[in-house]
């Protein structure tokens, strides 16, 4: 059973808001070499909303994620921000990749990590001003990290790692934040820290994308999901959206546990399921370059 394509994105898109308040993907499509990786990717995403983009390993979530910040190229299709091609607006678009992608052996401070997130706005071979610094500090404060600034990055935790990469998003101060499992391989405590700012960014009114295999932070977290499974399934509010239609073709017909009913809290999911997975016997792995 196929489920409408738009679903896949016309319906959702037909009520969305002026696309100058939105950021927009229309026909999107990826490839890596002659492999087409991901395609038909329709969304306009509002102000102050927080979209789930789910799938089984080797989707195309991550590649999705990197295609809007500009770390893969499209194949066709477009993506604008705020009626602006995103090409040129990468400083307002604030990426946190998975934590296995990074390497934890470079010798740099947490208070450097941080700083990072200010190179859009002080410009490479600049010294940080006052205005960076205090960025900074209060963007290791709200992950509470502060404390550990002057410490290596690579002898904290995988969780206080986490903590200061979102940290280095928030300095940055961005329109759009594209969080790539984020909830993966951390600590309790500092998933309720990433929770916590997610809430915060969503009443600030920024774009938050999350890719993630937790279908019960998903459902209960997001206003809307992004289903893909190397092509846009489905693509709407998660009332909608969450579904065991959407859900099956989703993920091609493997066992999918229906979690939770959408709405409910992204503390209750995590509360009531936090070592429950999408579906049954299917860790998550990664394969190259789509997740």
Same mark, same amino acid.
């Given at each position: ?86 090409? #040129? ?27 990072? #997130? ?22 290791? $404060? ?42 993966? #391989?951390? $600590? ?10 997610? $809430? ?92």
């Amino acid at each position: 059973m196929t489920v409408p394509a738009q679903n896949s994105g016309q319906a959702a898109n037909s009520a969305a808001a002026d696309h100058d308040s939105c950021l927009v993907l229309r026909d999107v499509a990826v490839a890596y070499g002659r492999k087409v990786v991901l395609r038909e990717v329709f969304a306009d995403i509002r102000r102050g909303q927080v979209v789930g983009i789910i799938g089984p390993n080797g989707s195309g979530k991550s590649t999705l994620l990197k295609a809007i910040v500009g770390l893969v190229p499209l194949l066709s299709g477009k993506i604008t921000l705020f009626g602006r091609s995103v090409s #040129g607006l990468k400083d307002r678009i604030a990426y946190v990749p998975q934590r296995e992608l990074v390497d934890w052996e470079f010798p740099v401070t947490v208070f450097d990590v941080a700083m990072m #997130g200010r190179l859009p706005s002080i410009g490479w071979l600049r010294r940080p001003r006052k205005q960076d610094v205090e960025a900074v500090e209060d963007a290791l $404060d709200r992950v509470g990290m502060l404390a550990y600034r002057s410490d290596q990055i690579g002898r904290l935790s995988g969780g206080q790692q986490q903590r200061v990469f979102i940290a280095r998003a928030l300095a940055q101060d961005a329109e759009v934040y594209l969080l790539d499992e984020p909830m993966t #391989g951390i $600590d309790s405590a500092t998933q309720e820290v990433i929770l916590r700012i997610i $809430d915060e960014l969503r009443a600030e009114g920024r774009i938050i994308l999350l890719a993630t295999h937790d279908l019960a932070s998903a459902s209960c977290a997001c206003d809307c999901l992004c289903c893909v499974n190397q092509r846009m399934v489905s693509y709407g509010p998660t009332l909608e959206t969450y579904t065991p239609e959407v859900m099956e073709q989703t993920y091609g017909g493997l066992p999918v546990i229906m979690l939770n009913r959408p709405g409910a809290g992204l503390r209750d999911a995590h509360a009531r399921d936090a070592h429950t997975h999408a579906h049954e016997g299917h860790s998550h792995t990664h394969d190259g370059h789509t997740h």
